[in-house]
């Protein structure tokens, strides 16, 4: 009988038994911190002093906040994540595992650290710093980075936007602050302790924004792209197409080409669809896709002599590199933003702490920074507005009070009384915000050059009228 | 007396060579009919037809009247084909008992799933009966829990042809039994090869270079060349015909 | 007559569009009947070994600032060939007289492997809007129109001229030179090759260079084609690739070129018209959303299916293979030796249970139920490829099923969640047994073959349709089961129900196993022929152990999303997943249970105890003296496991049987001895 090669079996035993061990012992070593502790547990009475909270709260929302120092120093016992000196945030986000390639995890990691540094400059909150923990999912392990922040109670609040945000609604069943992006709209509806930047977003449904810059552009026949594999891609278009059947006739704008079922990854090009826009007339495009695929859309048109139709790029902004090396192909195309451009007046508005604090850091000035410098604004006030004696209950309580808060300046009014429940195809109203605003700026030799007027750089509408119109330039800077 | 097994008018190509030409032969019920002829005659071939692991385009092959010609091998193995193998094919990983009980399972379909249930899958008593008559006629008792592997050459064709029996087959295609084996073992298998078919009654049709087994054992004989039948008819006479001579030693003359 | 003139010019458009795609699988097909004609290997890496170039291209050209030129130069003419150098004097010269299906599991590892190792090495990581280039200078920019209708890059018109170029060239030297002629020789017989004075070995390593610098030539040409430097595009490229390949019976380079053009000519065509006849004929809505995905998987499904002639097994029938000795068997049923090994191991299983369910935090909880859940998978995996023999390269699929049927009766439908799970089990095994009526004519290979096809299938078309993958998965929350008065809410007790479910599946592979089907499959794999002969009907046994297999991946995916709370697919079952978890069973010993249990043990656990250093943590006495090199990438689960793999080759019992095995030999070593030694003693004579 041939000899069997002994070495890699015993190494294999081996390390089956230490997995074992391990595995026992650290169970036992984890249940000690986390058994008991349940992220809600300051025992205070929501019923009196919550009024009392509310009541200052709702105007924190839209006040500008100052200098500091920021709130009041008193001893709080078992709240998850807060000591005498620091609180605890966890960033929950994807980072290289990424199989799109963005930066998620870095940029959303600048923007929360960038605010974090700020406010702790001015004496930070309540006395304490604000300490950042930035915790990757690593693409596939949400969940358990979830189940380990529940039960380490370690932390206060968890902001991220991952890929797969599966371990989400863990932590908001969990009782603690959740802030996401409009990426995680679909689970954030109706939860009372999610939030994203500029409340909770309906994909499907017909928005105002979509027409302006067809019109700005002079386009009267829309191609619409989505990828068949993702239902989040499929509503965006659904939403798309919606909007042109709503409000395009009257424009003199139709959708002539809606394609929701591109190959994910666009194995075999686009060669095919773009000839058939080309014959349909096409003459502007929105796109519910990845800024890779965009690239490919973008050569097939230059290839087809369909360079200069215009195009909405998804999440391109500040990524200056992308726009400086395909400045040819993006040449025309339109960004569309849900905050202030920084194009715009910085004046009045916290936009100018974040570009010194990013700049100070030499951190990129993107999309994911600035929706997470959002988030984090979000959470400063929720905190400030609890009182000295918060809790996690009682920062959503205030969150929740406030009816018109703009993150200093940097979105339209959110009024989160309403607006945890998103719009729907039916009722465009009854959740919608105040103004339903929107900005865009357009790629002119590889740069982000503004539309519209820098003092008032938001295009805003009004939900309740039926019909579109031109939208009112407006300013949500401090007077 | 009844045929048990023919072949009428077989050919069989390969990519246009010819293996076998329009070979036709009978087998009757009990008879111990031997094929002969030279290495590359075709008999293996003519064996795999038989059973069904080569397709047959031209000719039938009949089975107690029936045509098997389209059947797969496990149909026609069912209605009563057996056969042993020239490079020796044991199920790895058994025991003999198991080739035994899995070669009586797979000739009686019955609600298996129950009966492993209740049984827990180890063998039934009815087939550890049959398998020890059969064993014991084989001369194996004794090595019904040996792994296979453990078996000498000899106990290994045994046991093949003891798998076949647990059938119950009209017919046992027997495939150079001898090959590998020595005098005394061959003498061997001739003595218990006559005890078993004279016991269970089935028909034979045995290939072999062994000219004494041949002619102990079989009553008739069909000599194969080059996909050709040459001759037959009794065995003794076909030893004997010029053409035995010329399919073995050559048509030469020496001077 | 404007009509006609101008659909003509479309179709003449939609053929011209569909080169560049069609050239890229014409290339990796090419490269994969290459690989396949002079080394005798079904090379499923072949992709990866293209990435790894195409990786090295980029960092060389972009990163080291080396030059288009230099840079290819590097890792198509240097690193490609010493890969395949390195390939085959390590691995797959040992592997030559292994059976088909080992060398295949073997190129699955190393289509795990390679891709995580070179990103590794070379520090690679992949950025969103940059994208790949090619070899030529304004590869993206310069475009050519030869017939004034669509026009081609530059990148796009190399490649299709080096595939021309490549395959006639291949196709001379195979029928011309002596070259091919000894690579085949020695794919078929390497003993008899040497007999005739021909180093089978040199001959061997040259055709692993060759056939891998095809590799690194293709990745780096078809690179510009891709979004992204992703592995994931490698690997589904293919998939594409075989199917082009099967036109051509896997040995003709011609139709392995017209087959992969073909194939995107085909799409391009479909793309085009398709669309206008559903203008017409809203009916064909359906059919439009779901036929264009699938051409490929459909087309590689079908030739497998109905084309003759690939049937022949694949493998070599090497008239000198008997020269070797017989590989050494092991039992692959535990006997009597094995009781109280067996009682230990049960024991320490449930101390392990009891431990977690008392002590355990939620986070450990957790993962330790997603292995149990695994726990489960991985037996299907026991069934299908332990006991019969078959690689299957769907069971992804097959637990996907199972976790939808749980989405879709259990939670959108408020049916009882246990229920739903037994309901996926069923339908599970009612499409295995089905996919595996419809290729019981086929042997080994390509039976893995059309089950990675109908996993791809499942993937790019089922899952998407509403009433399966359903509308809004994001915020589904899948119900615990309430069995009278016990509410699984709890994970503790969920995690106990899974252990008892498990229990229950293994205890059902065990009589499997030792059942008449069972030892039919047994018989099947020791000799099928012998086994046909005495009645034993192939395709009955191996339809009810897929249907087994079915059900066991289905039950075991309904009860990971249970304990989940949602289905996660592209997490959880992805194609390319359900390939690592075949890797990982047989690293273990896809024969037994215990060794499925294992495998899901290490799957899950192994990135927790081990790539995050945890367990040095604790030996080390503190987190703080983790070394500081932890945590390591989670490729490096990849890359070990996949390593893993060669091992199985040379010992496809599986790590657990081999330590059985020695242990038995062992003590018979040791109850020789004691005779000789007693017997010595008898006679008085020094033993």
């Given at each position: ?34 058994d ?19 009541a200052?709260?709702a ?36 980072g ?8 998620l ?22 006395g ?163 800024q890779?695929?965009?690239k ?17 790029l ?28 920084l ?37 400063f ?62 790629v ?36 | ?10 050919s069989k ?40 692991v ?10 107690n009247g ?6 797969p ?105 001898s ?77 | ?41 079904f ?16 960092k ?141 070995d ?110 022949k ?121 089905a ?20 996993a ?12 399966i ?22 994970d ?15 205890l ?23 086994a ?15 249907a ?8 075991g995916g ?34 037994q ?65 081999m ?12 109850a ?6 007693d ?9």
């Amino acid at each position: 009988m041939p000899a069997i090669r002994s070495g890699r079996s015993t190494v294999f035993r081996l390390l089956a038994l230490l997995a074992a061990m391990a595995m026992l012992f650290s169970a036992c070593g984890n249940s000690d911190d986390g058994d008991d502790a349940s992220p809600t547990t300051a025992a205070t009475d929501n019923g009196d002093e919550g009024d009392e909270g509310a009541a200052g709260g709702a105007e924190i929302g839209s006040a500008v906040i100052g200098e500091g120092p920021h709130g009041e120093f008193e001893s709080i016992e078992g709240v998850p994540g807060v000591t005498d000196e620091e609180i605890h945030v966890a960033l929950l986000s994807t980072g290289d595992a990424n199989p799109i390639g963005y930066c998620l995890l870095q940029c959303q990691a600048d923007g929360i650290q960038a605010y974090f540094d700020w406010r702790n400059a001015q004496g930070g909150i309540h006395g304490r710093q604000l300490v950042l923990d930035v915790i990757d999912d690593e693409f596939a392990n949400n969940q358990l980075r979830a189940a380990e922040i529940i039960d380490g109670g370690e932390h206060f609040a968890v902001i991220g936007s991952p890929i797969m945000g599966t371990g989400f609604i863990d932590l908001t069943d969990a009782g603690v602050p959740v802030f996401a992006s409009a990426v995680q709209s679909d689970m954030a509806n109706g939860v009372n302790n999610m939030y994203t930047p500029v409340g909770t977003v309906c994909i499907t449904c017909p928005a105002k924004r979509n027409i302006w810059p067809v019109k700005d552009s002079g386009a009267s026949k829309v191609g619409i792209l989505g990828f068949g594999i993702a239902q989040a891609s499929k509503d965006c278009v659904a939403g798309q197409k919606a909007s042109f059947d709503k409000w395009g006739g009257p424009q003199g704008i139709e959708a002539v080409y809606v394609n929701d079922d591109l190959p994910y990854g666009l194995p075999n090009g686009v060669g095919p669809e773009v000839s058939a826009m080309k014959r349909a007339g096409v003459d502007f495009i929105m796109t519910c896709l990845d800024q890779n695929s965009v690239k490919t859309i973008e050569e097939e048109l230059s290839r087809q002599d369909m360079g200069d139709v215009p195009l909405v790029l998804p999440n391109a902004y500040g990524d200056e590199e992308y726009l400086t090396q395909n400045a040819e192909l993006l040449e025309g195309d339109y960004i569309g933003l849900m905050y202030r451009p920084l194009e715009a007046n910085q004046a009045g508005t916290d936009l100018e702490a974040l570009v010194e604090q990013m700049s100070a850091a030499g951190s990129a000035i993107n999309d994911w920074a600035i929706i997470s410098w959002i988030n984090a604004d979000q959470l400063f006030r929720g905190l400030l507005a609890a009182g000295p004696q918060f809790d996690q209950q009682k920062v959503v309580d205030s969150i929740n009070s406030f009816t018109a808060t703009t993150s200093g300046g940097l979105t339209h009014a959110i009024d989160w009384t309403r607006q945890h429940n998103a719009i729907t195809p039916d009722d465009l109203v009854t959740n919608a915000p105040a103004q339903e605003c929107f900005a865009y700026v357009q790629v002119q030799d590889g740069k982000a050059v503004l539309m519209g007027d820098a003092d008032k750089p938001h295009f805003c509408w009004d939900p309740a009228d039926e019909d579109w119109k031109e939208p009112v330039p407006t300013s949500f800077a401090a007077e | 007396m009844s045929t048990v097994l023919a072949t009428r008018g077989v050919s069989k190509y390969f990519s246009g060579i010819m293996a076998l030409d329009r070979v036709t032969l009978e087998v009757n019920a009990g008879e111990r009919v031997g094929l002969i002829g030279p290495n590359g005659a075709g008999k293996t071939t003519l064996f795999n037809c038989i059973l069904g692991v080569l397709p047959v385009e031209v000719g039938e092959v009949e089975l107690n009247g029936e045509d098997i010609t389209s059947l797969p091998v496990h149909h026609r193995a069912r209605k009563g084909i057996g056969r042993t193998f020239q490079q020796i094919e044991l199920f790895a990983d058994s025991t003999v008992r198991d080739h035994l009980v899995i070669a009586y399972r797979a000739n009686r379909p019955r609600w298996a799933v129950v009966h492993d249930l209740l049984t827990l899958g180890r063998p039934r008593p009815e087939e550890m009966e049959a398998s020890d008559d059969v064993l014991e006629l084989l001369g194996l008792q004794g090595l019904a829990d040996e792994p296979v592997e453990r078996l000498s050459l000899g106990q290994g064709r045994l046991l093949e042809v003891a798998r076949t029996l647990m059938t119950n087959p009209d017919v046992v295609l027997l495939d150079e039994p001898s090959s590998g084996l020595d005098r005394r073992e061959t003498a061997a298998l001739a003595e218990t090869l006559v005890e078993i078919q004279a016991e269970r009654g089935f028909a034979v049709l045995l290939v072999e270079h062994d000219i004494e087994l041949v002619s102990s054992f079989t009553t008739r004989s069909y000599l194969l060349d080059f996909g050709h039948l040459l001759t037959s008819g009794p065995t003794e006479e076909v030893m004997a015909s010029p053409e035995m001579r010329a399919a073995y030693l050559g048509t030469a003359v020496v001077a | 007559m404007i009509l006609a003139v101008s659909v003509v010019t479309d179709f003449f458009q939609a053929v011209l569009q569909g080169v560049p795609p069609g050239t890229v699988y014409a290339l990796v097909a090419i490269g994969f009947v290459l690989t396949y004609k002079t080394s005798g290997v079904f090379n499923f890496a072949f992709g990866a070994q293209a990435f790894a170039s195409m990786v090295l291209f980029h960092k060389a050209a972009d990163e080291w600032g080396w030059g288009t030129v230099p840079a290819a130069i590097l890792s198509v003419l240097i690193f490609a060939p010493l890969l395949g150098f390195l390939l085959e004097w390590a691995v797959f010269r040992h592997l030559r007289t292994a059976p088909p299906l080992s060398t295949l599991v073997v190129s699955l590892g190393l289509t795990v492997a390679i891709p995580s190792l070179v990103t590794i090495l070379l520090d690679f990581s992949p950025k969103s809007g940059s994208s790949p280039h090619g070899v030529v200078p304004d590869g993206r920019t310069v475009r050519y129109d030869p017939f004034g209708v669509y026009p081609f890059s530059r990148d796009e018109l190399v490649a299709t001229i080096v595939a021309i170029v490549a395959v006639l060239g291949l196709a001379a030297l195979f029928r011309f030179t002596p070259v091919g002629l000894m690579m085949k020789a020695v794919v078929e017989s390497p003993r008899m090759t040497e007999l005739n004075g021909i180093s089978a070995d040199r001959v061997s390593a040259g055709a692993w260079a060759l056939s891998s610098f095809f590799a690194g030539l293709a990745g780096v040409l078809i690179a510009p084609r891709f979004t992204t430097f992703s592995a994931n595009e490698y690997f589904n490229i293919m998939v594409i690739a075989i199917a082009a390949a099967a036109v051509g019976k896997l040995v003709s380079l011609p139709w392995a070129f017209g087959g992969g053009l073909g194939l995107g000519v085909v799409i391009a065509l479909v793309s085009t018209f398709l669309p206008r006849w559903t203008d017409e004929f809203a009916w064909l809505k359906p059919v439009q959303e779901n036929v264009l995905p699938s051409i490929p998987f459909v087309v590689l499904f079908g030739v497998i299916v109905f084309v003759p002639g690939l049937r022949k097994a694949i493998g070599s029938s090497d008239p000198l293979a008997g020269v070797d000795p017989p590989r050494q068997n092991v039992a692959s049923v535990i006997t009597s030796a094995g009781w109280m090994f067996l009682a230990l191991k049960a024991v320490l299983l449930l101390g392990a249970v009891a431990v977690v369910y008392t002590q355990a935090d939620r986070t450990w909880t957790l993962l330790v139920t997603q292995a149990v859940a695994m726990g489960i998978i991985f037996l299907s995996i026991t069934i299908i490829t332990g006991l019969a023999g078959q690689i299957s390269l769907c069971q992804g699929a097959f637990a996907a099923i199972g976790a939808f049927a749980v989405y879709q009766l259990g939670e959108v439908r408020g049916m009882s969640v246990l229920v739903a799970v037994v309901i996926g089990g069923a339908i599970a095994a009612a499409v295995a047994a089905a996919l595996s009526l419809t290729l019981r004519q086929l042997t080994g290979i390509w039976v893995a073959i059309a089950t990675l096809a109908f996993a791809f299938f499942f993937d790019a078309v089922l899952v998407k349709q509403s009433w399966i993958g359903g509308d809004s998965l994001a915020r589904s929350r899948i119900p615990r089961p309430v069995i009278g008065t016990i509410d699984f809410q709890d994970d503790s007790n969920f995690l106990l129900l899974a252990v008892i479910v498990l229990a229950v599946c293994a205890l059902g592979v065990y009589l499997f196993s030792r059942g008449t089907t069972g030892r039919k499959l047994r018989a099947l794999g020791g000799s099928e022929i012998a086994a046909r002969s005495v009645g034993i009907s192939p395709s009955r046994a191996r339809v009810a152990a897929f249907a087994l297999s079915g059900f066991l991946a289905a039950v075991g995916g309904g009860m990971l999303v249970i304990g989940q709370g949602s289905v996660n697919y592209g997490t959880s079952f992805v194609p390319f997943l359900a390939l690592f978890w075949l890797i990982v069973v047989v690293t273990f010993g896809v024969r037994q249970p215990s060794g499925a249990i294992v495998a899901a043990a290490f799957f899950i656990l192994f990135e927790s105890v081990f790539l995050k250093g945890e367990i040095f943590g604790w030996i080390l006495r503190g987190e703080d003296n983790i070394p500081s090199f932890f945590p390591l990438a989670p490729d490096w689960r990849y890359i070990l496991f996949g390593l893993g793999t060669i091992q199985y080759a040379r010992h496809p019992e599986g790590v657990l049987a081999m330590s059985a095995a020695k242990r038995r030999a062992r003590s018979e070593r040791r109850a020789a001895d004691k005779v000789v030694v007693d017997s010595a003693a008898e006679l008085g004579t020094p033993a």
